[in-house]
């Protein structure tokens, strides 16, 4: 007895002192310490205290996700053991939530799934919740997927508050194919029919228009994501930070941290298109025509980049 109690008395010492330099490096604002030291004092001494101070601890850091579950196990916590804590945790949870980022995933109808698995920046998501949109923190979200044994990969923005959404490149489920027996020669069969074929190049030409457009696109969106994440930037020093960067109150940590996530999200996007412009325009350019048919190449993105091969 008096050693399990020497025990729970070192383990609790221990708690303390972790909280107490999670508390200092929270309010330096290092975060990713912070938040890491308030997770192993609760695995010490689980509590509900010591879930809100993890909760708190990534909501000030723009991890909204994982702040809105630690609220929500705290609230658990609080209505198994009668806690009178509880209305103070559902509003903290009530004030949250709308801010909390969605990443709906879609699987495209008549795919096939087989050995389907995937997952959101490393975290893996049951197959059986893909329908349900996924609690996300702010950013850019990596989305890995395994189909047939094809590994595949996109990478999303989702911004504070919005919902995202993305669809899974799956194959199609093959038909079975039935085949007619044959007839004898002579009866009933039909004339061979000639088959058009399609004008070289056509198909690749068209996919190089697409791609171009599609990286226009996106450098546009970049391009005002960048712009109203500075103009927000700067309202928030002029406004909440007496225009100095450390000497913002709270209201104007949560407005840079928002304005600095849009620029990170602006440059991913940005990069994207100009990427999906430059192969637009390769893949345009080196299609082939009818009178080139017989040395055609092709050039096709990928996971890993893009492409290239032909034949001579």
């Not at 508390?23 to 509590?47: I, M, N, T, V, W």
């Not at 002579?186 to 000639?194: D, L, N």
Request: proline letters at 6%; a negative charge; glycine letters at 10%.
């Amino acid at each position: 007895m008096l050693a399990a109690s020497v025990a729970s008395a070192d383990k609790t010492n221990k708690a303390d002192e972790l909280f107490k330099r999670a508390k200092k490096l929270l309010a330096d604002h290092k975060y990713a310490e912070a938040c890491a030291k308030f997770e192993e004092s609760y695995q010490l001494d689980p509590g509900i205290g010591g879930q809100l101070n993890v909760g708190k601890c990534y909501e000030e850091w723009g991890k909204l996700a994982r702040a809105y579950h630690s609220y929500v196990d705290a609230e658990r916590q609080a209505k198994a053991a009668n806690d009178p804590r509880q209305s103070k945790i559902h509003d903290l949870i009530t004030a949250i939530e709308p801010t909390v980022p969605r990443l709906q995933i879609h699987v495209p109808p008549n795919a096939d799934t087989t050995g389907l698995s995937v997952s959101i920046d490393g975290q893996p998501v049951p197959t059986s919740d893909l329908e349900t949109a996924q609690l996300v923190d702010p950013g850019p979200k990596q989305v890995d997927y395994t189909a047939a044994g094809v590994k595949k990969q996109k990478v999303v923005p989702v911004e504070r508050g919005s919902t995202a959404e993305v669809t899974l490149d799956l194959p199609a489920k093959k038909v079975d194919v039935v085949e007619k027996p044959e007839q004898p020669e002579g009866e009933g069969k039909p004339e061979p029919k000639s088959v058009d074929h399609d004008v070289p190049g056509h198909g690749q030409r068209i996919a190089g228009i697409a791609i171009g457009a599609a990286g226009i696109v996106g450098v546009g969106v970049a391009s005002y994501l960048a712009l109203s994440a500075r103009s927000s930037y700067n309202g928030a020093l002029t406004n909440d930070c007496m225009g100095m960067k450390n000497m913002c109150d709270p209201a104007g940590l949560t407005a840079t941290h928002d304005a600095r996530s849009r620029a990170n999200i602006a440059t991913v996007v940005g990069a994207v298109g100009i990427a999906a412009i430059a192969g637009g325009v390769v893949l345009y350019l080196i299609a082939p025509d009818a009178s080139s048919s017989e040395h055609a190449f092709y050039v096709a993105p990928t996971s890993n980049g893009i492409a290239f091969g032909g034949r001579y």
